[in-house]
């Protein structure tokens, strides 16, 4: 059995599955030298051979109970016709939408089907995994990436932010269009071989308490329905990152299999909260993989004496930073390990 899908559908693990966000990586040397080869990020991601070389690299480090399909959120925009581009240092550049026009020209009848070098990552990376580790499948939150979509990258968000407070027409259509395309990406990645899916709303948090409902919940909620509509039993974490004490609200609202939540929240409180229903995902800090020997021991010994066992997922906050050095994961994995007493 997979310790990470039966924590998702409510049974009871062989131990506690461990993964950890951006588990593919800068921090380790041999995804450095995959990605000297591939040339640009978005290269690395649409070649599939190299792409299911860095999905399986981390497993072959660590004793981790999840692979998660390498790739990014905005292959999504950049499929329905958006221009792309990462830049070195500064991240990444997307052509904009900002009106009626923008979003009419959107290409949602073939964006699912311009992903296909993804589905085959999926579909090598199935064949390569042992029996006991389970395999994601991911998109954004629709929130997140409409927010790059009329933001054109990193920022603050206060135009997305303004336009969604105003409820202008146009971003209402934005986001459905970004619905629409995101379950049939994930329904796709189902079909090539993924287990799981997890859906990363990496900027719920900006997002106003009174606007929650329709600008983040909603949404998510209309791409799991869509998902579980063409594959009931495919289990879904959300993580809607920031949401502190609202991520029982998007727990209800949602019914997601299992939440993940950042760093700060506390996750005996929130299962609590929640019930035997939905299970909890997280959420060491990443900087502490970091900090001294001492601290770092006593923050993993904090989480797991927190979490849950049996209705918990160990992951971070938030992504694993490029400076750690993969011995610390390996020391991360053994306390854990050792901690419950397998």
Request: proline fraction near 5%; hydrophobic fraction near 40%.
């Amino acid at each position: 059995m997979k310790p990470l899908l039966d924590v998702l559908q409510g049974k009871s693990p062989s131990r506690r599955p461990i993964w950890l966000m951006r588990q593919a990586g800068r921090y380790l040397p041999e995804y450095r030298e995959v990605r000297k080869k591939a040339g640009s990020f978005l290269d690395l991601c649409y070649s599939p051979n190299l792409a299911a070389e860095v999905t399986l690299q981390p497993l072959r480090r660590f004793d981790l109970d999840a692979a998660i399909l390498f790739s990014d959120i905005l292959v999504v925009p950049q499929a329905m016709g958006l221009s792309l581009d990462f830049v070195e240092n500064e991240g990444p550049k997307l052509e904009t939408v900002s009106d009626d026009a923008g979003v009419q020209r959107l290409d949602v009848r073939n964006a699912a089907t311009n992903l296909g070098k993804v589905y085959e990552t999926v579909s090598l990376v199935r064949k390569e995994l042992n029996k006991r580790v389970g395999l994601i499948g991911f998109c954004g939150g629709a929130w997140t990436v409409a927010s790059y979509m009329i933001e054109g990258g990193s920022s603050d968000r206060k135009r997305a932010l303004a336009v969604a407070t105003r409820g202008e027409a146009w971003f209402g259509d934005l986001v459905e269009k970004v619905i629409e395309v995101s379950v049939d990406y994930l329904c796709r990645q189902v079909e090539a071989g993924a287990e799981a899916l997890q859906i990363f709303d990496s900027w719920a948090g900006d997002v106003p308490a009174e606007l929650r409902e329709s600008v983040v919940f909603k949404p998510s909620r209309k791409i799991m329905d869509g998902v579980r509509e063409r594959h009931p039993h495919v289990p879904v974490i959300l993580f809607a990152r920031g949401l502190g004490g609202g991520h029982v609200d998007a727990a209800r609202y949602c019914a997601p299999n299992a939440l993940g939540v950042e760093q700060g929240v506390s996750l005996s409180e929130l299962s609590a909260r929640l019930g035997d229903g939905i299970a909890v995902q997280g959420n060491l800090e990443p900087e502490k993989l970091l900090a001294g020997e001492k601290e770092f021991r006593a923050a993993v010994q904090a989480v797991l004496e927190d979490a849950p066992r049996g209705r918990h997922i160990f992951n971070l906050g938030h992504g694993i930073l490029p400076s750690v050095a993969p011995e610390r994961v390996t020391e991360l994995v053994r306390l854990i390990r050792e901690y419950d007493g397998v």
